[in-house]
């Protein structure tokens, strides 16, 4: 090397032991990639071509067919099961606002301890939030009354020795039609007739097990009109006093029975009526139907809860003529309501019934049926809203005639709302011959009726379709839910208040259940000295 390279040499070195240690050098990474192998180069890419279609055309991309889109109008209900989307619905907002449905009703159907009651009891909260007046028309466990007394509505109980319901009176429609008055007011008490001559026939065809004859409504709405006309003001007609009629037998009466002046006929036209109303007042339902109205329903609470959980589970007639009349009663009330409204005499509000358990009354007599049609026929005026509830289509398969069955799934087909919790398979297709299902939901809503797995620890292990639900509503597809309740709710809303265990019991006995729930997986544990006498 020659000197004038050592030199140099010598230079950088100097250098370089001046610039300290090297510095690594900054890697830089292509946008999009190195080059060569391995190196992830990405060439550019048009954006793909949008296509639209429907779910038959593009089923295999889009595969969910027991979802839709999630409605946000209306009280949260819950999450969509597959999207996660928050759910909003109840009947009235639906009508009103959404105008999805044409009928602001639902008809709810599902096995028991699965959460119907729940899920109403949250449209039931939602809704008297909106000033919506909830009315719980027949509460039998009770489900729905701490929650109407929350919302500082009346709680009106009926059963023996509780309270009772006078079947002729007239009520609030009665009131609203006196202080109405003219024509309008006519109108009104015509109406009332009809829903007081329709709840008496009720309570016949409960204690007969059979419909009336026709011969026999016509007497019953002339005994009834007669009445009307000789009560005095401020005074109420009672059942005796429709017996005293058939005895005294008036002109207007006879007319209707085509005695033709002839006693004999008259009375074996009246017969059997005057034997079946003495069957009401000396029978099962007397108590309950023969006196004045307990309490009469307040037509300004925010919510009203009639509750007929005190009657025994084996009176089955008179569960369902308290169930009748507490409907009878209330959508009376929603009447009255409505046309003090028209008249300029009332602020306008809405209203929500919940009919639930509706099996009970159906099977209490043949032909019960039409005067739950009526009842809720009989109410022409708007704002509102209704939710039926019961557990299968079975419930009405079970009723006597073809005609009542058919009547029964009418309920179902006229609902604007349908919503089915867990069922059966074979339940499920005889619903979707009623209201159109997939296949894809039948085998949805029946996988949510499996009981819950064997439990290997002492937690409460849930069925696997507690909370879940299939909303549909006509052709559209189904809404599946999944409902979680906040803990104000589960303190207001217990449907198994009876197994539950009494929290003021013996401390004591509390930890001695608690030990030998532990002994029987975790092996003897020592038990509490408090319970052997010894000294800790």
């Not at 991309?61 to 819950?78: D, R």
């Not at 398979?425 to 039948?442: A, C, K």
Request: proline letters at 7%; one cysteine or more.
């Amino acid at each position: 090397m020659s000197r004038e390279n050592r030199k140099e040499r010598k230079q950088k070195d100097r250098k370089k032991a001046k610039a300290g240690p090297p510095q690594p050098k900054e890697l830089f990474v292509p946008p999009r990639g190195w080059y060569g192998p391995g190196g992830g180069r990405v060439g550019h890419l048009d954006p793909p071509t949008m296509w639209r279609a429907t779910t038959v055309q593009a089923c295999g991309m889009w595969p969910f067919a027991a979802g839709s889109g999630a409605p946000m109008i209306g009280v949260p209900l819950g999450q969509h099961l597959f999207t996660g989307a928050t759910v909003c619905g109840d009947p009235l907002s639906w009508f009103t606002r959404a105008r999805y449905i044409s009928n602001p009703s639902l008809f709810m159907l599902g096995m028991p301890g699965l959460g119907k009651s729940t899920l109403v009891n949250r449209m039931l909260i939602g809704l008297a939030a909106t000033g919506v007046v909830p009315l719980v028309l027949g509460d039998l466990k009770p489900d729905y009354a701490d929650t109407v007394r929350a919302l500082g509505g009346q709680v009106i109980s009926i059963g023996r020795g509780r309270g009772g319901i006078n079947v002729l009176d007239p009520g609030a429609m009665g009131q609203a039609a006196d202080r109405i008055g003219g024509e309008a007011g006519e109108i009104l008490r015509a109406e009332t007739h009809g829903r007081v001559l329709n709840m008496v026939a009720a309570l016949i065809t409960i204690v007969r097990g059979r419909p009336m004859d026709d011969h026999e409504q016509s007497v019953l709405s002339a005994v009834l009109h007669h009445l009307r006309e000789r009560t005095a003001p401020g005074r109420t007609a009672l059942l005796p006093d429709l017996l005293q009629v058939l005895t005294e037998g008036p002109d207007r009466v006879r007319a209707v029975t085509l005695d033709r002046g002839n006693d004999a006929r008259y009375r074996d036209a009246v017969d059997p009526l005057h034997r079946s109303l003495l069957g009401i007042l000396d029978g099962p339902l007397g108590d309950t139907f023969a006196s004045e109205t307990s309490t009469r329903i307040d037509p300004n609470s925010p919510a009203v809860c009639i509750d007929i959980s005190g009657i025994g589970e084996a009176d089955t007639q008179l569960t369902a003529a308290a169930m009748l009349a507490a409907w009878s009663d209330g959508l009376g009330t929603v009447a009255a309501s409505h046309a003090l409204a028209d008249a300029g005499l009332a602020p306008r509000r809405w209203f929500f019934t919940v009919l639930d358990e509706l099996w009970r009354p159906l099977r209490a007599a043949s032909g019960i049926v039409d005067r739950i049609d009526a009842l809720t026929r009989l109410n022409r005026s708007l704002g509102l809203g209704d939710a039926k509830i019961t557990h299968t289509l079975k419930d009405a398969e079970a009723l006597g005639t073809d005609a009542d069955r058919a009547k029964a799934r009418g309920f179902v087909e006229r609902a604007g709302m349908v919503v089915c919790a867990g069922l059966p398979r074979t339940e499920m297709e005889d619903l979707g011959r009623v209201v159109g299902l997939s296949q894809r939901e039948i085998e949805l809503v029946s996988s949510w009726s499996s009981p819950p797995g064997w439990g290997v620890t002492s937690e409460h292990e849930e069925p696997p379709g507690r909370g879940r639900f299939l909303i549909k509503v006509g052709g559209r597809p189904g809404i599946p839910i999944k409902v979680a309740i906040t803990q104000a709710e589960r303190e207001l809303h217990n449907t198994n208040t009876r197994w539950t265990p009494n929290e003021t019991a013996d401390p004591v006995t509390r930890n001695l259940a608690r030990q030998v729930a532990r002994a029987a997986q975790e092996g003897p544990l020592p038990l509490d000295p408090r319970l052997t006498g010894e000294t800790a």
